[in-house]
């Protein structure tokens, strides 16, 4: 099943077809004579997938506001036809990351059918533990797997334990738990024993964990809470995985960094201790600003591949880190952010794969930084556009996803169908 008309992919396809093949062909030549295959390149380009987050298909918000579009996902069956679109134009999202409770549906094993017919399945599993459920018997405001008050703690347990439960049903393999755990003001928690009670709630979830599952744990360093939180850092997180045993590591999301770190160098310390289970991809300037990858510091998510792509040629052992968006949209058509941010962390996956890895290696041992840093600059400078849009076209995908996109007018489509719900103004993230 597909959303997008093939007809009109072929179409556009048809149009730009020759020029792709002019462009690739001539940057073919170039990396040869780098003794670089375009061909072995561009089957990495087809192979790389990355998840869409379910949440990001609706426009995001501030604490402020929200200005939805028109003809929006609704509910989660119509988000999953939004990622269908994603993938049919990119060739490179074929899974969904749910976020629980707000994709939570009676009957897992439709929801699960729904998204195989568009060849989509489902990837790492969320919990939400940062707000408290309509009708909800304890609260989360003073925290949840750390808070004071065992009856919220016992409720944010068992909350992952079914997120666990709702992943099986789907197929995922994986559960991603951030909270918003934390103190706003200096003296109101105990630093310690707020970090002992979510060790030991945390506990609780890692044995209800199928043998084959991956428990990844997220840090960030403010927001809600404004002065602590409880997994502030990659260095609480790597604590906390330690502490909870070999299926709990790592989830480094982008935008959850005090400005300017070093986070390339953190990746690669997590994957020296086999702790490194994922990615949330998006970009930043001030904070969790949660703007599209790539769009502001492509050079350092090329940075991040690097490690990444020299872990894989290492061929470190137990890597197998998860890739997913993690958004917000506050000005743009989702769907368009989607595509573009999955191409733009599939583009760095394949300039970091154009590094010579044994002559950086050289260059390291001899202390050589200038050559060192220019060939991680030669790799960053390449133009791989045309790997990435054969990689599509071979794909079925759109050489030009944009274009297709507004070609097909499937947003406008959606409009009469999918009509807003007048009441539902909405603020916050989705
Ligand atoms: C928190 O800011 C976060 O990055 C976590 O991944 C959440 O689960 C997600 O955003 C969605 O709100
Ligand atoms: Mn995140």
Request: charged fraction near 25%.
């Amino acid at each position: 099943m597909r959303r997008i008309d093939s007809a009109v992919v072929h179409e556009q396809n048809e149009q730009e077809f020759k020029f792709l093949q002019t462009d690739f062909n001539a940057l073919g030549e170039k990396l040869s004579r780098d003794g670089i295959d375009i061909e072995a390149i561009t089957k990495a380009a087809e192979a790389f997938q990355i998840a869409v987050p379910s949440w990001g298909t609706g426009t995001g918000g501030t604490r402020f506001a929200r200005f939805p579009g028109q003809g929006e996902p609704r509910n989660i069956f119509e988000k999953v036809e939004d990622c269908a679109v994603i993938n049919e134009l990119s060739g490179c999202t074929d899974s969904i990351s749910p976020h629980f409770p707000w994709d939570k549906v009676d009957d897992f094993s439709e929801l699960k059918q729904h998204a195989a017919a568009f060849g989509l399945k489902w990837v790492s599993v969320n919990s939400n533990t940062f707000q408290d459920q309509p009708g909800q018997a304890v609260s989360y405001k003073y925290g949840s797997l750390s808070n004071t008050e065992k009856a919220s703690r016992d409720l944010a347990i068992q909350h992952n334990l079914d997120c666990i439960s709702y992943g099986q049903q789907l197929g995922a393999k994986s559960l991603t738990v951030w909270v918003g755990d934390g103190s706003n003001h200096p003296g109101q928690q105990h630093f310690q024993r707020a970090f002992e009670r979510y060790l030991a709630s945390a506990e609780q979830i890692y044995k209800g964990l199928p043998a084959d599952w991956e428990m990844h744990l997220e840090h960030k360093m403010f927001e809600p809470a404004f002065y602590s939180t409880v997994i502030q850092d990659w260095g609480s997180s790597i604590l906390a995985a330690m502490h909870l045993g070999p299926k709990c590591k790592s989830l480094v999301d982008l935008g959850h960094h005090a400005p300017n770190t070093n986070i390339e160098m953190i990746v690669a310390r997590l994957i020296q201790f086999k702790k490194l289970g994922g990615f949330h991809f998006n970009d930043s300037k001030y904070g969790d600003d949660d703007l599209d990858s790539g769009s502001l510091q492509p050079y350092q998510q090329f940075l991040i591949f690097n490690e990444l792509v020299d872990a894989e040629h290492r061929k470190e052992a137990e890597f197998n880190p998860a890739y997913m968006l993690d958004q917000s949209h506050n000005v743009t058509d989702p769907i368009e952010s989607l595509v573009t941010s999955a191409i733009e962390v599939q583009r760095s996956y394949i300039k970091a794969l154009l590094v010579n890895r044994d002559a950086l290696y050289g260059y390291q041992e001899a202390n050589d930084a200038i050559m060192a840093s220019g060939e991680l600059k030669r790799a960053f400078n390449f133009d791989v556009a045309p790997i990435l849009a054969m990689a599509r076209y071979r794909k079925g995908a759109a050489i030009n996803p944009l274009k297709t996109y507004r070609a097909a007018k499937y947003r406008q489509s959606m409009a009469p169908v999918r009509p807003r719900d007048p009441k539902a103004t909405g603020s916050g993230i989705i």
